[in-house]
């Protein structure tokens, strides 16, 4: 999901843009499970609708148990009951009106936990909705099939397989474009909303390592991390040792085309720049904050003092905002690129009992940008 970077941004372009860079700015950051980033700053709408709070406890289901008697009693068909009870939670999900508050079942769950770990079989490419309801590409990972077939950030998915993109979830999109290595799908894009072109695109593992680094220009640690996956803090460790052990005086921590993930994993990595004690994250309920998260790692942050520069471009989403905007608040990195992705809504994940299927829940915020 990358543009190219690392080697080609090496040299005196990486020196210039540590010497140079200025802050576009910060209009706001999004904040993920109900959490927004925080001294004040940057600012979030986590203001849980008051509306909410006067539904009634329990749902009515006398008119759901009536469809469901007429479609048992007159469906010229053979009809699953499990499939029916997870077309209902879905749908409960989709009248929310928001496109990541989404149920899944057993097997789009267990794509979920593959994709938070970095390991699954597909084209390699994050999915998100645009304003419009259109289905759009956030970012194709660097090196893998959708980045190698030519596919970029904000180009819209018309048709997967032939099929209508209209009305459907990211979850459903995401479950018809993955499939076992070697087969194809077929894409029809929509670029720069003029644009026609249909890809074919073979699918593969996909297995990505979310951080990479290198020493260039003598001094400068480059860091890219292209998702918060569970393995991200322990491979910042290790690029934190090396590129210190190789003379890194400064930092240029790449978060270009990251499409987010874990918030556990963004706190931590923002804990290696922001002091024990300030705050990183705030939550907020009511529009009102009710915790604070706070630094608490011991002894000076591992990249105490050195000057850093956060690159972000408009594939820069959810807990990537998240970094970029607890590391400017501290004041301990600039930020230099395009204006971000802008989700300007983060998930809660629920897992549901029998442990097969989850739910993910939209914490209530405005949209929010970094530029």
């Known amino acids: 999901m990358r543009t190219e970077r690392n080697a080609a941004e090496g040299g005196s372009k990486t020196k210039t843009i540590l010497k140079t860079v200025a802050l576009v700015g910060v209009a706001a950051l999004i904040f993920l499970f109900g959490l927004g980033v925080g001294n004040g700053t940057v600012m979030f709408g986590a203001t849980v609708a008051e509306s909410n709070k006067k539904l009634s406890e329990d749902l009515n289901y006398a008119s759901v148990e009536r469809v469901y008697d007429l479609i048992r009693n007159h469906y010229d068909g053979t009809l699953d009951e499990t499939k029916l009870l997870d077309g209902m939670k879905k749908g409960l999900a989709a009248a929310a009106g928001d496109p990541y508050t989404q ?52 180009d819209i998915i018309a048709a997967i397989n032939g099929e209508s993109t209209v009305d459907m979830s990211i ?27 249909t890809l074919k695109i073979t699918r593969d593992d996909i297995k990505i390592p979310s951080v990479k680094w ?16 569970q ?54 309920r009511g529009g009102l904050v009710t915790n604070n998260h706070v630094s608490k790692l011991s002894g000076d942050p591992v990249f105490a003092g050195m000057p850093t520069v956060v690159l972000i471009n408009e594939g820069s989403a959810s807990a990537s905002e998240i970094v970029a905007g607890a590391l400017r608040d501290n004041n301990v990195a600039t930020l230099y690129g395009q204006k971000s992705y802008g989700k300007g809504s983060v998930q809660e994940i629920y897992p549901l009992p029998g442990g097969l299927s989850l739910i993910h829940i939209s914490e209530p915020t405005r949209r929010s940008y970094i530029s």
């Open 103 to 154: 149920y899944f079942g057993k097997e789009a769950a267990q794509k979920f936990e593959e994709q938070l770990t970095g390991s699954f079989t597909g084209i390699g490419a994050e999915l998100g909705k645009d304003d419009d309801n259109n289905l759009i590409i956030v970012s194709p990972i660097s090196g893998f099939p959708a980045d190698k077939a030519g596919l970029r950030s904000q």
């Open 171 to 197: 979850e459903e999109a995401v479950s018809k474009i993955r499939g076992p290595k070697d087969t194809e799908v077929t894409l029809r894009l929509i670029r720069a909303k003029s644009e026609d072109i």
């Open 214 to 229: 290198e020493v260039v220009d003598g001094d400068i640690g480059l860091i890219s991390i292209s998702q918060f996956s």
């Open 231 to 284: 393995d991200t803090y322990d491979l910042m460790t290790t690029a934190a040792s090396e590129v210190k052990a190789k003379g890194a005086t400064r930092i240029l921590l790449d978060l270009r085309d990251n499409p987010g993930g874990r918030l556990d994993s963004s706190i931590n990595i923002a804990e290696m720049w922001v002091p024990n004690g300030k705050t990183i994250v705030q939550e907020r």
